[in-house]
């Protein structure tokens, strides 16, 4: 896999509102995986969005992809307390290894 | 149960011991990896194992770090000789063979005093 750029390093926002995160990447790839971080549940798969798709739901997660600008975003919509947590985009390409490299992520924290 | 083990959950050593982290992953996944993760940062592959046999090791950062995987489940991270650069949260994760989505254990926190 290749390693994502988040964007923001850090977001802020109040219970209820949605969080947008971004995720860039380098080179072609055959999927995209979104991981979740936080103390309670440790690290989580999120959402796994393939090349030759464009968007995809998860509850109240939506992942978008664009393919021609190399990036990727992730939408969490009526954030919770419970969403505050390091959000990891990791992208994998055509023949890409097995092994997951993550960036810094996003941190997201959601105040009541 | 169901999910990815480690132990111990927490390990506090001195300058220069071996210790050894233990990772059980879930039942009938054949890929093993092992990633630490020093704070504020994004976990760092050190291993993967694919069966028995290390299929990729390009993340161990020196000689002093070996992990087994004897019977192709249970994996032991082994560190010898420990520095205090090593201490970190050493992550265990699995998955099916051909699927890209890996399953993370809780971790074992590492403090080398």
């Known amino acids: 896999s290749q390693q994502g750029e988040e964007d923001p390093q850090a977001l802020s926002i109040q219970e209820g509102e949605n969080a947008t995160m971004n995720c860039s990447y380098k080179?072609?790839?055959?999927?995209l995986q979104w991981y979740r971080q936080n103390s309670g549940r440790g690290l989580v798969h999120l959402i796994l969005?393939?090349?030759?798709?464009r968007e995809k739901h998860s509850g109240r997660l939506r992942v978008t992809l664009d393919t021609s600008k190399k990036s990727s975003s992730l939408l969490i919509t009526a954030s919770r307390a419970a969403d505050t947590a390091s959000y990891f985009c990791?992208?994998?390409?055509?023949?890409?290894?097995?092994?997951?490299?993550f960036g810094q992520g996003t941190r997201l924290t959601i105040n009541p | 149960g169901a999910g990815v083990s480690q132990t111990p959950s927490n390990k506090v050593t001195e300058k220069g011991k071996y210790v050894e982290l233990r990772c059980d992953p879930i039942?009938?996944?054949?890929?093993l990896y092992w990633y630490r993760q020093s704070l504020g940062q994004g976990p760092e592959f050190l291993i993967y194992?694919?069966?028995?046999?290390?299929?990729?090791d390009s993340g161990l950062p020196n000689d002093r770090f070996f992990a087994v995987r004897p019977e192709g489940s249970v994996s032991t991270l082994k560190i010898q000789r420990t520095e205090r650069g090593d201490s970190a949260v050493y992550l265990c994760?699995?998955?099916?063979?051909?699927?890209?989505?890996?399953?993370f254990g809780p971790g074992t926190r590492l403090t080398v005093l």
């Open positions: 969005i393939r090349s030759n798709e």
């Open positions: 080179t072609s790839i055959n999927n």
């Open positions: 194992f694919q069966g028995t046999g290390a299929a990729d």
């Open positions: 039942s009938g996944h054949t890929a």
């Open positions: 994760a699995s998955s099916l063979q051909g699927f890209n989505e890996q399953f």
């Open positions: 990791v992208s994998h390409g055509i023949q890409g290894a097995q092994k997951l490299v």
